[in-house]
């Protein structure tokens, strides 16, 4: 998927309205008790004032009933709820739910009903087998504008690894050969009486096209959080280059049969750091051989992208990489531990970090920031785009995100954008250690200096006493929020659309 591609989410309706009707294909209608309607009240963090939030709206979703007396759906459905209401499709009442479990990786919730009447005569449907291509798929929700059950057909027509619009990372996903307009969000996609996929996202600019989270992201997940916890999904930490050039396999030193992917860089304290090493070629990754254009075969699906052969484990497994170091023929073995990229994608805090000095707001460079930030300078971007592996220096970019005006930062409040180079000649790791810089900060000045050179220079001790002023002045009740746990208060403010 790529930009035009979108979350399926809206203000007065997340349902299904899908091209083709249900004639000819397998409907079981034993699942319709199991569909829901979710009523979620939202009031999600705003990004450009980090302290306070959007203010509450009301949007809906489906989902479906699944083992455990739990409800899946989509985790953009159900995203900063405050509240959450749950309406089952054979029925009128509402029940008040709860999210237990979200991977905004894989735009995947779980949604607790406490009311045990609330499962009364609804079976919980199973999570069934990746579907094939040309598969009939039946899909259950609540169209646009609809307040009663819509059951309709698709067609698998292609699987791929792909871009989630909910998260930015290239999962497993699902290409339906059916309309998806706005809406669907977290209805299940049933083949033989089974959940073969939940509807995700549709595509702009293209007639008759939907995606769908498929069964084996589904069972990645709930057996992720089958002890309680989410951990998310396994990176290598890496980057590659195909090797189709025949220079460049010869150089490798490459047997004329080998096939495999050229490793550039690696992550510093990712997983593969100091096991794998760059001008390494790799082989084949947990047994599977890696083609020389990135691809492994996988059953049932065909040929993909080599990193789902990481994606398929959970965190804390090992996987075994077979490698060409010095035309040396290696195997190794990886321990998947967490890990995220320098720039992370979408959605990866419950909320906002910021930290708040003299009204200069710096914030860690994301997905999120650069998609709502109206003012990123380009090297932020080179950051995210080209550059985005941690190293033994920088664990995060800080973004001097814009300057809250007061006497004591005149000359900078235009500012906003840029990365931080240095702050004091020191270059700041991540956000937590810029803070520590600021608050042990001896002398007259305070030096930062921008990722294009530029220096912004404050009076240490003005800048102090100024401090507490704006915090006042401008509303904020903490001068950083560093992480986990959000504590801001809410914003009073209600918006529209």
Not at 99 to 123: K, T, W
Not at 143 to 158: E, H, K, M, N, Q
Not at 245 to 268: E, K, N
Request: charged content about 25%; overall charge negative.
């Amino acid at each position: 998927m790529n930009a035009n591609t979108h979350v399926l989410a809206a203000t007065l309706t997340v349902a299904v309205a899908w091209g083709s009707s249900v004639t000819g294909h397998a409907q079981d209608d034993s699942i319709t008790s199991s569909v829901v309607q979710l009523s979620v009240y939202a009031d999600p963090p705003d990004l450009e004032v980090p302290w306070q939030t959007e203010g509450t709206e009301l949007y809906y979703g489906s989902g479906v009933i699944i083992e455990g007396r739990r409800i899946l759906t989509n985790a953009h459905v159900v995203e900063s709820a405050v509240g959450i209401e749950v309406k089952r499709a054979d029925a009128s009442e509402r029940f008040a739910g709860k999210v237990i479990f979200m991977s905004h990786d894989a735009d995947l919730a779980l949604v607790e009903v406490e009311d045990s009447r609330f499962f009364d005569d609804a079976r919980a449907v199973p999570i069934g087998e990746m579907p094939k291509l040309q598969q009939d798929v039946v899909v259950y929700g609540f169209p646009i504008g609809g307040l009663t059950l819509s059951i309709t057909s698709g067609i698998v027509s292609r699987v791929e690894l792909d871009t989630y619009t909910q998260s930015g990372r290239k999962l497993l996903s699902v290409q339906i050969d059916a309309a998806i307009n706005e809406g669907n969000s977290g209805g299940p996609v049933v083949s033989a009486g089974t959940v073969v996929g939940i509807a995700m996202q549709g595509m702009d600019e293209a007639d008759n096209v939907g995606y769908m989270i498929p069964s084996p992201v589904i069972r990645h997940f709930l057996e992720d959080v089958s002890d309680g916890r989410y951990d998310g999904f396994p990176r290598l930490g890496i980057d590659v280059q195909d090797m189709q050039s025949d220079a460049q396999r010869r150089a490798s030193r490459m047997a004329p049969s080998a096939t495999g992917a050229l490793i550039s860089r690696v992550d510093y304290g990712g997983p593969s750091y100091g096991t794998l090493r760059p001008r390494d070629v790799l082989l084949a990754i947990d047994g599977r051989r890696i083609a020389n254009d990135l691809t492994v075969a996988w059953p049932a699906v065909g040929r993909v992208d080599y990193e789902l052969a990481c994606q398929n484990k959970q965190i804390g497994d090992t996987i075994s990489a077979t490698i060409l170091r010095d035309g040396k023929k290696m195997k190794k073995t990886i321990e998947l531990t967490p890990h995220r990229p320098l720039v992370p994608g979408r959605r990866t805090t419950s909320w906002p970090r910021y930290f708040q000095f003299a009204g200069l707001l710096f914030q860690p460079l994301s997905e999120d920031l650069i998609d709502q930030t109206k003012d990123v300078y380009p090297d932020s971007l080179s950051y995210a785009v080209v550059n985005n592996l941690v190293t033994k220096e920088r664990r995060e970019v800080i973004l001097l995100s814009q300057v809250l005006p007061h006497a004591v930062n005149r000359g900078y409040q235009d500012w906003g954008g840029e990365t931080v180079r240095l702050v004091n000649g020191v270059i700041p790791r991540d956000l937590n250690h810029l803070a520590a810089i600021v608050d042990r900060a001896q002398g007259k000045w305070l030096r930062v200096v921008t990722g294009d050179g530029w220096v912004l220079t404050l009076d240490r001790e003005a800048a102090r006493r100024a401090n507490g002023q704006i915090l006042s002045e401008y509303g904020i009740s903490e001068d950083r929020y560093l992480g986990p746990e959000p504590t801001p208060a809410r914003s009073r403010r209600k918006r529209r659309r």
